[in-house]
C-alpha cells in the first residue's frame, strides 16, 4: 500500500503536459503549416490503377517547397486522345493512426480542382467512412452522405471549370468529421466512380491537391518500461558517486518522448533530477529523435538507453524512473534507494581536509621591541547577557590547498543537560577557504562547524567545535533600611530561558572589606525562575553592608556564572 500510494502521489504532482493542448494527444504536420513549413512523412500515396498504367494514376507524395502541394490525381490523355479509366480507379494519399490510436481532429488546407467535359470522377476528402469535401460525383458515397457535404458547403460542384482555391476544412467547420468522430485514417482520393469507366481527354483535370495539414493522434496506452537494469550504475550495490547512469528499456505505440529521473525522497514534493526529451535533444543511444511530421513521431523501443543527473545526486534518496511518450502519458518504474556521495563539497575539497574555526581575538607575543600583536581563534569566548558575537575559521584540503565556495553546516546544541545539536543551516567559504558568520545572542551555546567532503556523505571529513559562555543576567530588588536584628528580604528572577523545571541555586553574597566577596546564604529557583533569600542581621550589626546574588552554574541552566547589581542596605 504504501509503495502504490507513493506511485500515485507522484503521477499527480508530477504530470506533464503534452505535447499538444489536449491530454494524451499529440499533432502530426506535414508541408505548409502557419508560417512553418515540413517535409512530407506522414501522407502515403496509393496508386489503384486497375488494368490500366499504373502511372497515369500515380500521386505526388512530395511537398518540395511551401507552393509544392501533395496531389492525388488522374492524369488526362495525351493531345488529340482519350484516356479510359475502369470502374473504382483511383489516385489517393492517406494518413494512418499507429497501431492503437485514433486521429481526432486536423486542419487540412487543399484544393479542389476538377474539370471533365463528360462529369466523370470526383475528388474527395475522406475522413473514416464519411465524406468531408468533395468535387465531382460521388456515387459511391454512403446514402445521403454528398447531399450532407452540400449543405455544409463543402461540395464544390461538378463538370467544367471546377476551382475551390486555397481552403482549409478542419473538424470543428465539418458536421460530417464531427459525426464520425474519430477515425483511424484520412484519405484524399481522386478517382472514377463504381457505376462505369471515366474517359479523360487532353483537357480534363481532377486533382486534389494538399498544402499543408495538421492531424492530430490521440494516443490513451501509457508507454511500458520493459525493463531497469539492476546491480549497474547509480543502481549498482554500496556507495555511489550519484553521477552513475540508469539503463532502461521501453516502448509505446507512438514513441518515447521523455525519460527522467525523479526524486520521491519527499513524495510530496518530488524533483526531476534528470531528463532526456528525444523531441528536443539529446538523441536516444541509437541516435534517434522525435519527428513530429510522422504519425508515430519518436523512437518505438528505446533499448538498453542509459540516462545520468547532470548534477550528481547526494545523500539517502528514494528515486524512480518516468517515461513518457509523444502525447504526454506517462508510466513510472517502481521506486528504489541509492546513496550517493554527490558533488565534491567545493574547490580543492575532499578527505583529509582540516578545519579550525573559534572566536578571534588579539593576543600579544615577545619582549621588549620584539613584543607584537596577533590575532588567535580561541576555542572558547564569554559574553555579557544581550550580547552575541562573531566566529571565524579555515578550511584546507589535504594538501594545505584553501577550499573555496564550500558548504560548512553549523551544528548548535545549548550547554545544558540533555540537548541535541540542531542544524543551524550552513555558511560558504570564501575563495581563500575562510568563513565567517556572526552568533546572535542568546543561551550558552556549544557550537560544531562540521565539513562533508562531499555533499552527501554521512560523516563529516572535518570538524571544530566553539564554545560560547553568555553571562547569567540576575533581576534582583531589596530593601534600603532594615533595623537591628531585622531581616533582609531580597527577591528577584533570572532573566534568561529556559528555567529548569526543579530550579537552580542562587546564593546571596556580602562584601567584606579586606575578605572579598562571602556567601551568606542561598536560595532554589521557582519554575517561573523566581526567588527569594532572606539574611537576618545579629544584634551587634550595624552601618552600611553590600549584597549581590550569584548565580551557581548548574548543568541544567545554559548561562555562565553572573551576579546581580550591588544592594546596599543601612542597618539600624
Same mark, same amino acid.
Not at 266 to 291: F, I, K, R
Given at each position: ?21 489536449? @491530454? !494524451? /494527444?499529440? $499533432? ?7 508560417? %512553418? ?5 506522414? +501522407?502515403? *500515396? &496509393? ?87 468533395? @468535387? !465531382? /460525383?460521388? $456515387? ?7 447531399? %450532407? ?5 463543402? +461540395?464544390? *460542384? &461538378? ?89 532502461? /528499456? ?323
Amino acid at each position: 500500500m504504501a509503495r502504490r500510494a507513493l506511485l500515485a502521489a507522484v503521477l499527480g504532482a508530477c504530470a506533464l503536459a503534452p505535447a499538444t493542448a489536449h @491530454a !494524451g /494527444s499529440y $499533432d502530426v504536420y506535414s508541408c505548409k503549416v502557419g508560417s %512553418a513549413f515540413y517535409g512530407n512523412n506522414a +501522407w502515403v *500515396g &496509393a496508386n489503384n490503377a486497375g488494368a490500366g498504367d499504373p502511372a497515369f494514376t500515380a500521386p505526388d507524395a512530395t511537398c518540395a517547397n511551401a507552393a509544392d502541394p501533395l496531389v492525388a490525381l488522374m492524369r488526362p490523355a495525351a493531345a488529340g486522345a482519350t484516356v479510359a479509366y475502369g470502374a473504382s480507379v483511383s489516385s489517393a494519399l492517406h494518413i494512418d493512426a499507429p497501431a492503437n490510436t485514433r486521429i481526432t481532429d486536423f486542419a487540412l488546407t487543399l484544393r479542389h480542382w476538377f474539370s471533365t467535359p463528360s462529369n466523370v470522377g470526383f475528388n474527395l476528402l475522406q475522413f473514416g467512412s464519411k465524406g468531408v469535401s468533395l @468535387a !465531382g /460525383s460521388w $456515387d459511391s458515397n454512403p446514402a445521403g452522405d454528398q447531399a %450532407a457535404i452540400n449543405a455544409e458547403k463543402h +461540395w464544390y *460542384g &461538378a463538370g467544367a471549370a471546377v476551382d475551390s482555391g486555397l481552403v482549409t476544412i478542419t473538424k470543428a467547420d465539418s458536421p460530417q468529421a464531427q459525426r464520425q468522430g474519430s477515425a483511424t485514417s484520412i484519405f484524399l482520393y481522386a478517382g472514377c466512380s463504381a457505376a462505369g469507366t471515366c474517359t479523360f481527354d487532353q483537357n480534363s483535370i481532377d486533382q486534389l491537391q494538399l498544402f499543408g495539414s495538421r492531424v492530430t493522434i490521440q494516443d490513451d496506452l501509457p508507454p511500458d518500461i520493459t525493463a531497469v537494469q539492476a546491480g549497474v550504475g547509480l543502481l549498482a550495490p554500496g556507495v555511489r558517486s550519484g553521477a552513475e547512469p540508469i539503463t532502461f /528499456s521501453a516502448s509505446d505505440n507512438s514513441g518515447i518522448r521523455r525519460a527522467e529521473i525523479v526524486d520521491v525522497t519527499n513524495a510530496a514534493d518530488p524533483a526531476v533530477v534528470a531528463s532526456e526529451d528525444y523531441n528536443t535533444g539529446p538523441n536516444t543511444n541509437a541516435g534517434t529523435l522525435c519527428d513530429y511530421t510522422r504519425p508515430r513521431p519518436c523512437p518505438a523501443d528505446v533499448k538498453n538507453e542509459t540516462i545520468a543527473a547532470p548534477t550528481p545526486i547526494a545523500g539517502h534518496r528514494t528515486l524512480l524512473l518516468r517515461v513518457t511518450d509523444a502525447g504526454g502519458e506517462t508510466v513510472v518504474s517502481p521506486p528504489f534507494s541509492v546513496q550517493a556521495r554527490g558533488p565534491l563539497n567545493g574547490s580543492n575539497g575532499g578527505d583529509g581536509a582540516r578545519l579550525i574555526a573559534g572566536f578571534p581575538a588579539k593576543v600579544f607575543r615577545g619582549k621588549g621591541k620584539k613584543r607584537h600583536a596577533v590575532f588567535v581563534l580561541r576555542s572558547s569566548h564569554t559574553v555579557s547577557y544581550g550580547k552575541g558575537a562573531t566566529v571565524r575559521g579555515t578550511l584546507k584540503a589535504a594538501d594545505g590547498q584553501p577550499v573555496g565556495g564550500a558548504d560548512v553546516r553549523i551544528l548548535v546544541r545549548e550547554a545544558r543537560l540533555g540537548a541535541q545539536y540542531v542544524d543551524r543551516g550552513g555558511v560558504t567559504t570564501g575563495p581563500d577557504g575562510r568563513l565567517i558568520f556572526p552568533v546572535p545572542a542568546g543561551s550558552s551555546r556549544v557550537l560544531r562547524l562540521a565539513y562533508r567532503a562531499y555533499l552527501g556523505d554521512d560523516a563529516y571529513a572535518a570538524r571544530s567545535t566553539a564554545t560560547l559562555n553568555t553571562r547569567a543576567r540576575i533581576s534582583v530588588r531589596g530593601p534600603k533600611q532594615v533595623r537591628r536584628r531585622g531581616v533582609a528580604k531580597f527577591s528577584g528572577r533570572l532573566v534568561g530561558r529556559p528555567f529548569p523545571p526543579r530550579g537552580i541555586t542562587v546564593d546571596l553574597q556580602i562584601f567584606q572589606p579586606g575578605v572579598g566577596w562571602r556567601v551568606f546564604g542561598n536560595a532554589r529557583t521557582r519554575k517561573s525562575g523566581t526567588f527569594t533569600v532572606r539574611y537576618h542581621f545579629q544584634r551587634a550589626s550595624q552601618g552600611r553592608f553590600t549584597f549581590r546574588i550569584r548565580l551557581r552554574p548548574n548543568d541544567a541552566y545554559p548561562y555562565s556564572r553572573g551576579v546581580s547589581r550591588r544592594m546596599r542596605v543601612r542597618v539600624g
